[in-house]
Protein backbone atom coordinates (compact mmCIF):
# COMPACT_ATOMS: atom_id res chain seq x y z
CA UNK A 1 0.00 0.00 0.00
CA UNK A 2 3.07 2.34 0.87
CA UNK A 3 6.71 2.66 -0.61
CA UNK A 4 8.82 1.23 1.99
CA UNK A 5 11.78 3.65 0.76
CA UNK A 6 9.82 7.13 1.11
CA UNK A 7 6.53 5.97 2.99
CA UNK A 8 4.38 7.15 0.09
CA UNK A 9 1.09 5.86 -0.63
CA UNK A 10 1.57 3.92 -4.29
CA UNK A 11 -0.33 5.92 -7.42
CA UNK A 12 -0.36 5.07 -10.97
CA UNK A 13 1.26 8.17 -12.23
CA UNK A 14 4.78 8.61 -10.34
CA UNK A 15 5.27 6.43 -7.29
CA UNK A 16 3.78 2.94 -9.57
CA UNK A 17 4.38 0.08 -7.48
CA UNK A 18 7.44 -2.25 -9.52
CA UNK A 19 8.35 -6.14 -8.45
CA UNK A 20 12.12 -6.37 -8.25
CA UNK A 21 13.21 -9.97 -8.79
CA UNK A 22 14.34 -10.90 -5.00
CA UNK A 23 10.34 -10.13 -4.08
CA UNK A 24 10.34 -6.69 -2.73
CA UNK A 25 8.20 -3.96 -4.17
CA UNK A 26 9.45 -0.21 -4.43
CA UNK A 27 8.20 2.99 -6.03
CA UNK A 28 9.12 3.43 -9.49
CA UNK A 29 10.29 6.79 -8.04
CA UNK A 30 12.58 5.31 -5.19
CA UNK A 31 14.13 2.72 -7.79
CA UNK A 32 14.73 5.43 -10.23
CA UNK A 33 16.90 7.38 -7.12
CA UNK A 34 18.88 3.96 -6.88
CA UNK A 35 19.60 3.63 -10.54
CA UNK A 36 20.98 7.32 -10.51
CA UNK A 37 22.69 7.25 -7.28
CA UNK A 38 24.49 3.86 -7.67
CA UNK A 39 24.48 3.52 -11.73
CA UNK A 40 22.51 0.34 -11.24
CA UNK A 41 19.38 -1.28 -9.75
CA UNK A 42 19.51 -2.86 -6.68
CA UNK A 43 17.18 -3.59 -3.74
CA UNK A 44 16.80 -1.29 -1.57
CA UNK A 45 16.61 -3.78 1.14
CA UNK A 46 18.04 -7.37 0.59
CA UNK A 47 20.88 -5.81 -1.99
CA UNK A 48 20.20 -7.92 -4.49
CA UNK A 49 21.42 -6.77 -7.89
CA UNK A 50 18.70 -7.01 -10.81
CA UNK A 51 20.83 -8.67 -13.97
CA UNK A 52 20.57 -7.77 -16.79
CA UNK A 53 20.59 -4.07 -15.94
CA UNK A 54 16.61 -2.80 -16.91
CA UNK A 55 14.77 0.60 -16.17
CA UNK A 56 12.67 0.45 -12.60
CA UNK A 57 9.93 1.41 -15.70
CA UNK A 58 10.47 -1.80 -17.33
CA UNK A 59 9.79 -3.97 -14.04
CA UNK A 60 5.87 -6.04 -13.62
CA UNK A 61 4.00 -3.37 -11.69
CA UNK A 62 2.55 -4.70 -8.38
CA UNK A 63 -1.55 -4.64 -8.98
CA UNK A 64 -2.35 -6.19 -5.61
CA UNK A 65 -0.66 -2.73 -3.91
CA UNK A 66 -2.17 -0.33 -6.83
CA UNK A 67 -5.89 -1.55 -5.38
CA UNK A 68 -4.59 -1.27 -1.75
CA UNK A 69 -3.51 2.07 -1.85
CA UNK A 70 -6.57 3.07 -4.26
CA UNK A 71 -8.80 2.00 -1.28
CA UNK A 72 -6.85 3.55 1.53
CA UNK A 73 -7.24 6.86 -0.64
CA UNK A 74 -10.96 6.31 -0.92
CA UNK A 75 -11.08 5.85 3.17
CA UNK A 76 -8.85 9.01 3.49
CA UNK A 77 -11.53 11.21 1.72
CA UNK A 78 -14.00 10.31 4.43
CA UNK A 79 -11.47 10.72 7.29
CA UNK A 80 -11.20 14.34 9.05
CA UNK A 81 -7.86 16.11 8.89
CA UNK A 82 -5.94 17.72 11.58
CA UNK A 83 -5.96 21.28 11.05
CA UNK A 84 -2.14 22.03 12.44
CA UNK A 85 -0.43 18.88 10.54
CA UNK A 86 -2.79 18.00 7.92
CA UNK A 87 -2.60 14.51 9.36
CA UNK A 88 -5.92 12.05 9.37
CA UNK A 89 -7.68 12.28 13.05
CA UNK A 90 -7.20 8.89 13.89
CA UNK A 91 -7.72 9.30 17.39
CA UNK A 92 -9.25 10.99 20.80
CA UNK A 93 -7.82 12.49 23.42
CA UNK A 94 -10.31 11.63 26.41
CA UNK A 95 -8.89 14.09 28.37
CA UNK A 96 -9.34 17.48 26.62
CA UNK A 97 -12.36 15.74 24.67
CA UNK A 98 -10.83 16.49 20.77
CA UNK A 99 -9.91 14.11 18.20
CA UNK A 100 -6.19 14.23 17.37
CA UNK A 101 -3.65 13.18 14.77
CA UNK A 102 -0.70 10.78 15.38
CA UNK A 103 1.54 13.96 15.44
CA UNK A 104 -0.97 16.05 17.95
CA UNK A 105 0.12 13.28 20.49
CA UNK A 106 3.02 15.01 21.71
CA UNK A 107 0.95 18.40 22.35
CA UNK A 108 -1.09 15.66 24.34
CA UNK A 109 1.91 14.21 26.71
CA UNK A 110 0.49 12.72 29.51
CA UNK A 111 -2.94 12.32 28.44
CA UNK A 112 -5.44 8.92 27.98
CA UNK A 113 -6.09 9.00 24.43
CA UNK A 114 -7.56 6.26 21.95
CA UNK A 115 -8.30 5.07 18.77
CA UNK A 116 -11.34 6.65 17.68
CA UNK A 117 -13.43 3.19 17.09
CA UNK A 118 -12.67 2.66 20.86
CA UNK A 119 -13.57 5.68 22.26
CA UNK A 120 -16.73 5.53 24.94
CA UNK A 121 -17.54 9.06 24.29
CA UNK A 122 -17.28 9.43 20.73
CA UNK A 123 -19.93 6.06 20.95
CA UNK A 124 -21.86 7.59 23.76
CA UNK A 125 -21.85 11.05 21.42
CA UNK A 126 -22.78 9.07 18.08
CA UNK A 127 -25.32 7.15 19.75
CA UNK A 128 -26.59 10.00 20.84
CA UNK A 129 -26.78 11.69 17.51
CA UNK A 130 -28.23 8.09 16.57
CA UNK A 131 -30.96 8.48 18.95
CA UNK A 132 -31.78 12.35 18.44
CA UNK A 133 -31.91 10.98 14.37
CA UNK A 134 -34.73 8.35 15.65
CA UNK A 135 -36.62 10.47 17.78
CA UNK A 136 -37.24 13.77 14.76
CA UNK A 137 -38.17 10.67 12.94
CA UNK A 138 -40.56 9.64 15.50
CA UNK A 139 -41.96 12.38 15.36
CA UNK A 140 -42.11 13.12 11.85
CA UNK A 141 -43.96 9.60 11.62
CA UNK A 142 -46.35 11.01 14.26
CA UNK A 143 -47.28 14.37 12.65
CA UNK A 144 -47.59 12.55 9.62
CA UNK A 145 -49.65 10.08 10.76
CA UNK A 146 -51.71 12.71 13.01
CA UNK A 147 -52.13 13.92 9.38
CA UNK A 148 -53.04 11.59 7.47
CA UNK A 149 -55.96 10.73 10.35
CA UNK A 150 -57.18 14.03 9.72
CA UNK A 151 -57.11 14.08 5.92
CA UNK A 152 -59.28 10.39 6.80
CA UNK A 153 -61.57 12.26 8.92
CA UNK A 154 -61.88 15.00 6.40
CA UNK A 155 -62.20 12.78 3.64
CA UNK A 156 -64.94 10.60 5.38
CA UNK A 157 -66.84 13.85 6.12
CA UNK A 158 -66.64 15.01 3.09
CA UNK A 159 -67.43 11.96 1.68
CA UNK A 160 -70.61 11.95 4.27
CA UNK A 161 -71.79 15.42 2.97
CA UNK A 162 -71.40 15.00 -0.65
CA UNK A 163 -73.50 11.73 -0.40
CA UNK A 164 -76.27 13.63 1.35
CA UNK A 165 -75.68 16.46 -1.15
CA UNK A 166 -76.37 14.15 -4.17
CA UNK A 167 -79.16 13.07 -2.00
CA UNK A 168 -80.58 16.17 -1.79
CA UNK A 169 -79.77 17.44 -5.07
CA UNK A 170 -81.60 14.39 -7.21
CA UNK A 171 -84.31 14.40 -4.38
CA UNK A 172 -84.87 17.94 -5.60
CA UNK A 173 -84.92 16.25 -9.26
CA UNK A 174 -87.23 13.63 -7.98
CA UNK A 175 -89.51 16.38 -6.65
CA UNK A 176 -89.40 18.34 -9.63
CA UNK A 177 -90.15 15.58 -11.94
CA UNK A 178 -93.23 14.38 -9.39
CA UNK A 179 -94.77 17.71 -10.03
CA UNK A 180 -94.06 18.03 -13.54
CA UNK A 181 -95.84 14.42 -14.09
CA UNK A 182 -98.84 15.85 -11.63
CA UNK A 183 -99.60 19.45 -13.65
CA UNK A 184 -99.22 17.39 -16.71
CA UNK A 185 -101.44 14.53 -15.86
CA UNK A 186 -104.11 17.43 -14.60
CA UNK A 187 -103.62 19.24 -17.87
CA UNK A 188 -104.05 16.05 -19.62
CA UNK A 189 -107.15 15.03 -17.68
CA UNK A 190 -108.82 19.07 -18.18
CA UNK A 191 -108.44 18.14 -21.83
CA UNK A 192 -109.86 14.99 -21.68
CA UNK A 193 -112.87 16.39 -19.38
CA UNK A 194 -113.38 19.11 -22.32
CA UNK A 195 -113.39 16.93 -24.98
CA UNK A 196 -115.65 14.71 -22.97
CA UNK A 197 -117.95 17.86 -21.90
CA UNK A 198 -118.22 18.41 -25.32
CA UNK A 199 -119.29 14.94 -27.00
CA UNK A 200 -122.10 14.99 -23.89
CA UNK A 201 -123.50 17.86 -25.30
CA UNK A 202 -123.25 15.97 -28.78
CA UNK A 203 -124.73 12.88 -27.56
CA UNK A 204 -127.79 14.74 -25.99
CA UNK A 205 -128.46 16.51 -29.15
CA UNK A 206 -128.34 13.08 -30.65
CA UNK A 207 -130.96 11.87 -28.74
CA UNK A 208 -133.30 15.05 -29.89
CA UNK A 209 -132.55 13.73 -33.29
CA UNK A 210 -133.53 10.48 -32.24
CA UNK A 211 -137.10 11.13 -30.64
CA UNK A 212 -137.96 13.27 -33.55
CA UNK A 213 -136.72 10.70 -35.97
CA UNK A 214 -138.69 8.07 -34.32
CA UNK A 215 -141.74 10.58 -34.27
CA UNK A 216 -141.38 10.86 -38.25
CA UNK A 217 -140.85 7.13 -38.24
CA UNK A 218 -144.29 6.74 -36.89
CA UNK A 219 -145.87 9.25 -39.01
CA UNK A 220 -144.29 7.49 -42.13
CA UNK A 221 -145.35 4.08 -41.17
CA UNK A 222 -148.76 5.80 -40.04
CA UNK A 223 -148.78 7.11 -44.18
CA UNK A 224 -148.25 3.80 -45.21
CA UNK A 225 -150.82 1.51 -43.79
CA UNK A 226 -153.23 4.59 -44.68
CA UNK A 227 -151.86 3.69 -48.49
CA UNK A 228 -152.73 0.12 -48.06
CA UNK A 229 -156.15 0.86 -47.98
CA UNK A 230 -156.54 3.41 -50.52
CA UNK A 231 -156.14 2.49 -54.12
CA UNK A 232 -156.26 6.07 -55.68
CA UNK A 233 -154.49 9.11 -53.89
CA UNK A 234 -156.89 12.28 -53.73
CA UNK A 235 -155.47 15.76 -53.87
CA UNK A 236 -151.63 16.80 -52.98
CA UNK A 237 -151.54 17.04 -48.66
CA UNK A 238 -150.40 13.28 -48.20
CA UNK A 239 -147.48 14.45 -51.08
CA UNK A 240 -146.62 17.73 -49.12
CA UNK A 241 -146.45 15.96 -45.92
CA UNK A 242 -143.78 13.54 -47.20
CA UNK A 243 -141.92 15.95 -48.77
CA UNK A 244 -141.64 17.55 -45.11
CA UNK A 245 -140.24 14.73 -43.91
CA UNK A 246 -137.48 14.12 -46.20
CA UNK A 247 -136.56 17.07 -46.17
CA UNK A 248 -135.98 17.23 -41.94
CA UNK A 249 -134.11 13.01 -42.56
CA UNK A 250 -131.93 14.96 -45.09
CA UNK A 251 -131.23 17.86 -42.48
CA UNK A 252 -130.53 15.65 -40.11
CA UNK A 253 -128.18 14.00 -42.78
CA UNK A 254 -126.38 16.82 -43.27
CA UNK A 255 -125.76 17.82 -40.08
CA UNK A 256 -124.30 14.37 -39.31
CA UNK A 257 -121.92 14.56 -42.03
CA UNK A 258 -120.90 17.85 -41.23
CA UNK A 259 -119.95 17.57 -37.58
CA UNK A 260 -118.00 14.19 -38.23
CA UNK A 261 -116.34 15.79 -41.17
CA UNK A 262 -115.12 18.69 -38.47
CA UNK A 263 -114.65 16.39 -34.97
CA UNK A 264 -112.28 13.94 -34.27
CA UNK A 265 -113.28 11.51 -31.87
CA UNK A 266 -109.88 11.43 -30.67
CA UNK A 267 -107.40 13.00 -27.85
CA UNK A 268 -104.61 14.77 -28.60
CA UNK A 269 -101.27 12.79 -28.87
CA UNK A 270 -98.47 12.91 -26.29
CA UNK A 271 -94.89 13.29 -27.76
CA UNK A 272 -92.26 13.43 -25.32
CA UNK A 273 -88.79 15.14 -25.79
CA UNK A 274 -86.34 12.25 -25.16
CA UNK A 275 -83.55 14.75 -24.74
CA UNK A 276 -83.87 15.14 -21.29
CA UNK A 277 -82.56 11.93 -20.58
CA UNK A 278 -79.19 13.12 -22.42
CA UNK A 279 -79.24 16.27 -20.03
CA UNK A 280 -80.14 13.98 -17.00
CA UNK A 281 -76.82 12.27 -17.93
CA UNK A 282 -75.54 15.25 -17.34
CA UNK A 283 -76.80 16.27 -14.08
CA UNK A 284 -73.32 15.83 -12.50
CA UNK A 285 -69.69 15.52 -13.88
CA UNK A 286 -66.70 14.28 -12.64
CA UNK A 287 -63.02 14.94 -13.09
CA UNK A 288 -62.84 12.25 -15.55
CA UNK A 289 -65.45 13.82 -17.77
CA UNK A 290 -63.49 17.15 -17.63
CA UNK A 291 -61.06 18.34 -20.69
CA UNK A 292 -58.80 20.79 -21.98
CA UNK A 293 -58.92 22.79 -18.47
CA UNK A 294 -57.65 26.56 -19.37
CA UNK A 295 -56.84 29.31 -17.21
CA UNK A 296 -57.79 32.33 -18.73
CA UNK A 297 -56.85 35.77 -18.13
CA UNK A 298 -59.22 39.02 -19.64
CA UNK A 299 -57.58 42.34 -20.15
CA UNK A 300 -56.49 45.78 -22.34
CA UNK A 301 -59.56 45.25 -24.34
CA UNK A 302 -59.54 42.44 -26.31
CA UNK A 303 -56.90 40.11 -24.97
CA UNK A 304 -57.07 36.74 -23.69
CA UNK A 305 -54.32 35.02 -22.05
CA UNK A 306 -54.60 31.56 -21.50
CA UNK A 307 -52.45 28.49 -19.67
CA UNK A 308 -52.67 25.10 -20.73
CA UNK A 309 -52.54 22.98 -17.56
CA UNK A 310 -52.28 20.08 -18.68
CA UNK A 311 -48.97 20.89 -21.33
CA UNK A 312 -48.10 23.60 -19.00
CA UNK A 313 -48.07 26.37 -21.66
CA UNK A 314 -48.74 29.96 -22.25
CA UNK A 315 -50.64 31.57 -25.52
CA UNK A 316 -52.55 34.97 -25.60
CA UNK A 317 -55.35 35.73 -28.23
CA UNK A 318 -57.85 38.20 -29.05
CA UNK A 319 -61.59 38.80 -29.55
CA UNK A 320 -62.83 37.81 -32.94
CA UNK A 321 -62.67 40.69 -35.38
CA UNK A 322 -65.84 42.58 -35.49
CA UNK A 323 -66.15 41.65 -31.54
CA UNK A 324 -68.18 44.72 -30.01
CA UNK A 325 -67.42 43.82 -26.17
CA UNK A 326 -64.24 45.11 -24.25
CA UNK A 327 -62.66 43.98 -21.38
CA UNK A 328 -62.55 46.60 -18.84
CA UNK A 329 -60.02 46.60 -15.88
CA UNK A 330 -60.94 45.44 -12.82
CA UNK A 331 -63.85 43.37 -13.93
CA UNK A 332 -64.74 39.84 -12.60
CA UNK A 333 -65.01 36.35 -14.22
CA UNK A 334 -66.87 33.12 -13.31
CA UNK A 335 -66.54 30.07 -14.42
CA UNK A 336 -70.22 27.80 -14.71
CA UNK A 337 -70.30 24.37 -14.61
CA UNK A 338 -70.85 23.66 -18.22
CA UNK A 339 -67.10 25.14 -18.06
CA UNK A 340 -67.92 28.22 -20.30
CA UNK A 341 -67.03 32.10 -18.61
CA UNK A 342 -69.44 34.85 -17.35
CA UNK A 343 -68.01 38.39 -17.08
CA UNK A 344 -69.46 41.16 -15.42
CA UNK A 345 -68.41 45.07 -15.72
CA UNK A 346 -65.30 46.65 -14.74
CA UNK A 347 -64.20 50.19 -15.61
CA UNK A 348 -67.93 51.93 -15.93
CA UNK A 349 -69.51 49.38 -17.83
CA UNK A 350 -72.00 47.29 -16.83
CA UNK A 351 -72.19 44.79 -19.26
CA UNK A 352 -72.23 41.08 -19.21
CA UNK A 353 -71.20 38.27 -21.87
CA UNK A 354 -70.08 35.01 -21.45
CA UNK A 355 -66.68 33.35 -23.08
CA UNK A 356 -66.83 29.72 -24.95
CA UNK A 357 -63.08 28.55 -26.08
CA UNK A 358 -63.06 25.89 -28.85
CA UNK A 359 -59.52 24.12 -28.62
CA UNK A 360 -58.93 22.53 -31.65
CA UNK A 361 -56.97 19.36 -31.78
CA UNK A 362 -55.73 20.11 -35.24
CA UNK A 363 -54.25 23.89 -34.07
CA UNK A 364 -52.81 25.34 -30.82
CA UNK A 365 -54.63 28.30 -31.13
CA UNK A 366 -58.49 28.91 -29.32
CA UNK A 367 -60.99 29.63 -31.24
CA UNK A 368 -63.41 32.39 -28.82
CA UNK A 369 -67.48 32.55 -29.01
CA UNK A 370 -68.68 35.48 -27.86
CA UNK A 371 -72.59 35.62 -26.05
CA UNK A 372 -74.06 39.54 -25.04
CA UNK A 373 -75.91 38.74 -21.60
CA UNK A 374 -78.23 41.44 -20.02
CA UNK A 375 -76.23 44.02 -18.31
CA UNK A 376 -76.52 44.39 -14.69
CA UNK A 377 -78.47 46.67 -12.91
CA UNK A 378 -75.61 49.08 -12.37
CA UNK A 379 -72.07 49.61 -13.66
CA UNK A 380 -69.48 48.03 -10.77
CA UNK A 381 -65.68 47.03 -10.71
CA UNK A 382 -63.27 45.65 -8.32
CA UNK A 383 -66.37 43.52 -7.46
CA UNK A 384 -66.24 40.10 -6.53
CA UNK A 385 -68.28 37.47 -8.35
CA UNK A 386 -69.56 33.68 -7.66
CA UNK A 387 -71.87 30.69 -8.95
CA UNK A 388 -74.22 29.20 -6.88
CA UNK A 389 -77.00 27.05 -7.25
CA UNK A 390 -77.95 28.07 -11.26
CA UNK A 391 -77.46 31.86 -10.52
CA UNK A 392 -74.23 34.21 -10.61
CA UNK A 393 -74.34 36.37 -7.91
CA UNK A 394 -71.85 39.96 -8.34
CA UNK A 395 -70.78 41.68 -4.87
CA UNK A 396 -70.43 45.30 -4.23
CA UNK A 397 -67.72 46.90 -6.02
CA UNK A 398 -67.00 50.50 -7.03
CA UNK A 399 -69.13 52.37 -9.44
CA UNK A 400 -66.92 54.98 -11.28
CA UNK A 401 -69.99 56.84 -12.66
CA UNK A 402 -71.36 57.67 -9.35
CA UNK A 403 -67.84 57.66 -7.78
CA UNK A 404 -69.27 55.58 -4.76
CA UNK A 405 -68.81 52.13 -2.95
CA UNK A 406 -71.37 49.66 -2.86
CA UNK A 407 -73.04 47.12 -0.78
CA UNK A 408 -75.95 46.20 -3.09
CA UNK A 409 -75.78 42.75 -4.59
CA UNK A 410 -77.71 41.10 -7.59
CA UNK A 411 -78.19 37.90 -9.13
CA UNK A 412 -78.13 36.53 -12.99
CA UNK A 413 -80.69 34.03 -13.68
CA UNK A 414 -79.17 31.79 -16.02
CA UNK A 415 -82.17 30.51 -17.55
CA UNK A 416 -84.62 33.76 -17.96
CA UNK A 417 -80.86 36.13 -18.52
CA UNK A 418 -82.47 38.65 -16.11
CA UNK A 419 -80.64 40.61 -13.09
CA UNK A 420 -82.42 40.91 -10.39
CA UNK A 421 -81.23 42.59 -6.75
CA UNK A 422 -80.96 40.61 -3.26
CA UNK A 423 -79.84 42.00 0.11
CA UNK A 424 -77.16 44.70 0.68
CA UNK A 425 -73.77 43.54 2.33
CA UNK A 426 -73.32 45.15 5.67
CA UNK A 427 -69.71 46.61 4.86
CA UNK A 428 -70.03 48.80 1.39
CA UNK A 429 -66.53 47.49 -0.08
CA UNK A 430 -64.57 46.24 -2.91
CA UNK A 431 -61.66 44.60 -3.95
CA UNK A 432 -62.35 41.58 -1.69
CA UNK A 433 -62.32 38.16 -1.27
CA UNK A 434 -65.26 35.87 -2.19
CA UNK A 435 -66.19 32.28 -2.14
CA UNK A 436 -69.23 29.61 -1.96
CA UNK A 437 -69.44 27.38 0.64
CA UNK A 438 -71.75 24.09 1.21
CA UNK A 439 -73.73 25.22 -1.76
CA UNK A 440 -75.72 27.50 0.33
CA UNK A 441 -73.24 30.32 1.92
CA UNK A 442 -71.38 33.14 0.07
CA UNK A 443 -68.66 34.23 2.46
CA UNK A 444 -66.42 37.71 1.83
CA UNK A 445 -63.16 38.53 3.00
CA UNK A 446 -61.63 41.56 3.62
CA UNK A 447 -62.12 44.43 1.08
CA UNK A 448 -61.58 48.39 1.24
CA UNK A 449 -63.97 50.49 1.86
CA UNK A 450 -62.41 53.89 0.43
CA UNK A 451 -60.99 54.63 3.41
CA UNK A 452 -58.58 52.04 5.28
CA UNK A 453 -58.46 48.19 4.17
CA UNK A 454 -61.09 45.70 6.18
CA UNK A 455 -60.90 42.76 8.78
CA UNK A 456 -64.26 41.27 8.65
CA UNK A 457 -65.61 38.60 7.14
CA UNK A 458 -69.69 38.47 5.76
CA UNK A 459 -71.66 35.54 5.15
CA UNK A 460 -74.64 35.08 2.94
CA UNK A 461 -77.24 32.78 3.43
CA UNK A 462 -79.40 31.67 -0.02
CA UNK A 463 -82.19 30.30 2.31
CA UNK A 464 -82.98 33.03 4.06
CA UNK A 465 -81.65 36.35 2.04
CA UNK A 466 -79.30 37.46 4.70
CA UNK A 467 -76.29 39.41 4.85
CA UNK A 468 -73.83 38.47 8.64
CA UNK A 469 -70.85 39.70 9.93
CA UNK A 470 -69.09 37.26 11.51
CA UNK A 471 -68.20 37.67 15.00
CA UNK A 472 -64.34 36.97 14.09
CA UNK A 473 -61.71 39.78 12.96
CA UNK A 474 -58.69 38.96 10.69
CA UNK A 475 -55.35 39.62 12.96
CA UNK A 476 -54.90 42.19 10.10
CA UNK A 477 -56.76 44.13 7.62
CA UNK A 478 -56.95 42.04 3.94
CA UNK A 479 -57.57 43.44 0.59
CA UNK A 480 -57.38 42.35 -3.01
CA UNK A 481 -57.19 38.74 -2.02
CA UNK A 482 -58.21 35.52 -3.68
CA UNK A 483 -60.34 32.53 -1.31
CA UNK A 484 -61.51 29.39 -2.55
CA UNK A 485 -63.75 26.56 -0.65
CA UNK A 486 -61.40 24.43 1.08
CA UNK A 487 -64.27 21.99 2.38
CA UNK A 488 -67.77 22.20 3.61
CA UNK A 489 -66.87 23.93 6.90
CA UNK A 490 -63.30 25.96 5.60
CA UNK A 491 -61.59 28.36 3.64
CA UNK A 492 -58.61 28.73 1.83
CA UNK A 493 -57.59 32.69 1.76
CA UNK A 494 -54.49 33.76 -0.17
CA UNK A 495 -52.37 36.94 -1.48
CA UNK A 496 -53.50 40.04 -1.45
CA UNK A 497 -52.33 43.64 0.45
CA UNK A 498 -51.46 44.19 3.72
CA UNK A 499 -50.40 47.93 5.01
CA UNK A 500 -46.86 46.44 4.53
CA UNK A 501 -47.40 45.50 1.19
CA UNK A 502 -48.48 42.48 -1.04
CA UNK A 503 -48.93 39.05 0.85
CA UNK A 504 -47.37 35.80 -0.03
CA UNK A 505 -49.02 34.08 2.63
CA UNK A 506 -51.71 31.09 2.64
CA UNK A 507 -54.21 30.30 5.54
CA UNK A 508 -57.40 28.30 6.02
CA UNK A 509 -60.41 29.72 7.96
CA UNK A 510 -62.68 26.98 9.97
CA UNK A 511 -65.44 28.77 9.81
CA UNK A 512 -67.34 26.68 12.43
CA UNK A 513 -64.78 27.02 14.84
CA UNK A 514 -63.61 30.38 13.70
CA UNK A 515 -59.56 28.65 13.75
CA UNK A 516 -56.99 30.29 11.50
CA UNK A 517 -54.31 27.74 10.30
CA UNK A 518 -50.87 28.63 7.80
CA UNK A 519 -50.34 27.17 5.26
CA UNK A 520 -46.88 27.17 3.26
CA UNK A 521 -46.57 30.36 1.49
CA UNK A 522 -45.97 31.67 -1.86
CA UNK A 523 -42.90 32.55 -3.52
CA UNK A 524 -43.86 35.86 -4.54
CA UNK A 525 -46.55 38.40 -3.01
CA UNK A 526 -49.48 38.80 -5.15
CA UNK A 527 -51.85 41.20 -5.87
CA UNK A 528 -55.04 38.68 -6.56
CA UNK A 529 -58.11 40.26 -6.47
CA UNK A 530 -59.98 36.62 -6.89
CA UNK A 531 -57.54 35.55 -9.89
CA UNK A 532 -57.00 31.86 -8.04
CA UNK A 533 -57.90 28.61 -9.81
CA UNK A 534 -58.50 25.35 -8.16
CA UNK A 535 -58.53 22.18 -10.24
CA UNK A 536 -57.74 18.68 -9.47
CA UNK A 537 -56.11 19.12 -6.35
CA UNK A 538 -54.02 21.33 -7.28
CA UNK A 539 -54.25 25.71 -6.87
CA UNK A 540 -52.86 28.14 -9.35
CA UNK A 541 -52.31 31.51 -8.68
CA UNK A 542 -50.55 33.50 -10.99
CA UNK A 543 -49.28 37.53 -11.30
CA UNK A 544 -47.67 39.81 -9.02
CA UNK A 545 -44.42 41.90 -9.60
CA UNK A 546 -42.15 39.59 -11.29
CA UNK A 547 -44.59 37.73 -12.98
CA UNK A 548 -44.71 34.57 -11.37
CA UNK A 549 -46.79 31.75 -11.77
CA UNK A 550 -47.24 29.36 -9.09
CA UNK A 551 -48.98 25.79 -8.53
CA UNK A 552 -50.37 24.54 -5.06
CA UNK A 553 -50.55 20.77 -4.84
CA UNK A 554 -53.27 20.40 -1.98
CA UNK A 555 -51.89 16.41 -1.91
CA UNK A 556 -48.29 17.25 -1.02
CA UNK A 557 -49.12 20.72 1.00
CA UNK A 558 -46.48 22.46 -1.20
CA UNK A 559 -45.90 25.24 -3.63
CA UNK A 560 -43.78 24.79 -7.04
CA UNK A 561 -42.86 27.30 -9.73
CA UNK A 562 -45.10 26.56 -13.35
CA UNK A 563 -44.04 28.26 -16.53
CA UNK A 564 -44.11 32.09 -16.92
CA UNK A 565 -45.97 34.33 -18.80
CA UNK A 566 -43.27 36.69 -19.06
CA UNK A 567 -42.52 35.69 -22.81
CA UNK A 568 -45.49 36.98 -23.86
CA UNK A 569 -46.55 40.03 -21.76
CA UNK A 570 -45.26 41.83 -18.82
CA UNK A 571 -47.84 42.47 -16.72
CA UNK A 572 -48.64 41.67 -12.82
CA UNK A 573 -52.42 40.96 -14.15
CA UNK A 574 -53.87 42.92 -11.38
CA UNK A 575 -56.56 44.54 -13.43
CA UNK A 576 -57.11 41.66 -15.11
CA UNK A 577 -60.51 38.95 -14.93
CA UNK A 578 -59.26 35.40 -14.48
CA UNK A 579 -61.56 32.00 -14.53
CA UNK A 580 -60.83 28.38 -15.20
CA UNK A 581 -62.56 27.13 -18.82
CA UNK A 582 -62.85 23.45 -19.67
CA UNK A 583 -64.92 21.15 -22.09
CA UNK A 584 -66.98 18.00 -20.74
CA UNK A 585 -66.63 14.59 -22.21
CA UNK A 586 -70.18 13.58 -22.27
CA UNK A 587 -71.54 16.23 -24.52
CA UNK A 588 -70.19 19.17 -26.27
CA UNK A 589 -73.29 21.08 -25.74
CA UNK A 590 -73.19 24.31 -22.72
CA UNK A 591 -75.55 23.78 -20.17
CA UNK A 592 -76.64 26.96 -18.53
CA UNK A 593 -75.40 25.74 -14.58
CA UNK A 594 -73.85 25.26 -11.42
CA UNK A 595 -70.53 25.10 -10.11
CA UNK A 596 -68.76 23.61 -7.51
CA UNK A 597 -65.28 23.95 -6.68
CA UNK A 598 -62.81 21.82 -4.75
CA UNK A 599 -63.26 20.38 -1.19
CA UNK A 600 -60.05 19.39 0.30
CA UNK A 601 -58.32 16.42 0.01
CA UNK A 602 -61.51 14.99 -2.35
CA UNK A 603 -60.61 16.85 -5.14
CA UNK A 604 -64.23 17.55 -5.88
CA UNK A 605 -64.86 19.11 -9.22
CA UNK A 606 -67.46 21.55 -10.34
CA UNK A 607 -70.95 20.46 -10.86
CA UNK A 608 -72.87 20.04 -14.35
CA UNK A 609 -76.52 20.93 -14.76
CA UNK A 610 -78.78 22.18 -12.04
CA UNK A 611 -82.32 20.77 -11.80
CA UNK A 612 -84.13 23.78 -12.69
CA UNK A 613 -82.31 24.56 -15.70
CA UNK A 614 -84.05 21.42 -17.58
CA UNK A 615 -87.28 22.05 -19.77
CA UNK A 616 -89.32 18.89 -19.59
CA UNK A 617 -91.06 19.09 -22.82
CA UNK A 618 -94.41 17.46 -23.99
CA UNK A 619 -96.26 18.75 -27.08
CA UNK A 620 -99.77 17.74 -28.29
CA UNK A 621 -100.41 17.02 -31.52
CA UNK A 622 -100.14 13.91 -34.39
CA UNK A 623 -96.53 15.36 -35.46
CA UNK A 624 -93.17 14.36 -34.63
CA UNK A 625 -91.68 16.56 -31.68
CA UNK A 626 -89.57 19.89 -33.14
CA UNK A 627 -85.90 19.57 -33.60
CA UNK A 628 -85.08 22.09 -31.02
CA UNK A 629 -87.81 23.40 -28.43
CA UNK A 630 -85.53 25.34 -26.52
CA UNK A 631 -86.01 28.91 -26.32
CA UNK A 632 -83.83 31.65 -28.14
CA UNK A 633 -81.77 32.10 -25.20
CA UNK A 634 -81.35 28.59 -24.55
CA UNK A 635 -80.14 28.05 -28.07
CA UNK A 636 -77.27 30.56 -27.08
CA UNK A 637 -76.14 28.55 -25.00
CA UNK A 638 -75.39 25.57 -27.50
CA UNK A 639 -71.73 25.39 -28.49
Avoid at 10 to 38: A, M, S, W
Avoid at 490 to 496: C, F, H, T, V
Avoid at 576 to 590: I, N, Q
Wanted: net charge negative.
Amino acid sequence: MECRSCYEIFDELQRIPRNLPCGHTYCELCLDQVVLIKKKLECPECRYKVEPPVKPSALSKNFIAVELASKHRDIQKKLLFCANHKEPLRFFCETCQENICPSCILDHNGHHFVKQDHSVSLLVQRTKEVKSKMNKRLQDLTSRKVYLEECLKDINKSCEQELKHIDNEFEMLISHLVERKSCFKQEYQEICQTEMAKLDLEVVKFDDFIKNMNKNVDEISKYITKLDDLKVVQGDGFEKELKNVEEIVDQHSLVISKEAAEQSLSLPKIIFDNTVYKEIDSFAINSTEIQNPHICFFGEKNKILIYNIENDEWEITQLPFGETYEFNYYSSAVTLPNGSIIITGGGISNAVCQIYLNHSHHSKKSHIKVIHRESMNQARKEHASVYLQNGVYVLGGYNGIKNSFLSSCERFDLETNQWSPISDMQVPKCAFGATTLANRYIFTIGGYDGSVRLNVIEKYDINTSKWTILNFEMKQPLSNSACFAYSDHSIMILGGGHNVGFSLEMSKFDVENNDWKHFPSMADGKDLRNKVAVFNGEVFAMGGNNCIAEKYSIKDNEWGLISSYQDIITDNLDSWACALHYETKKSEEAYPTSAYIHNGYKYQLPRALNYQSYSYNCFYGDGEAPSDPSSSSEQEDNF
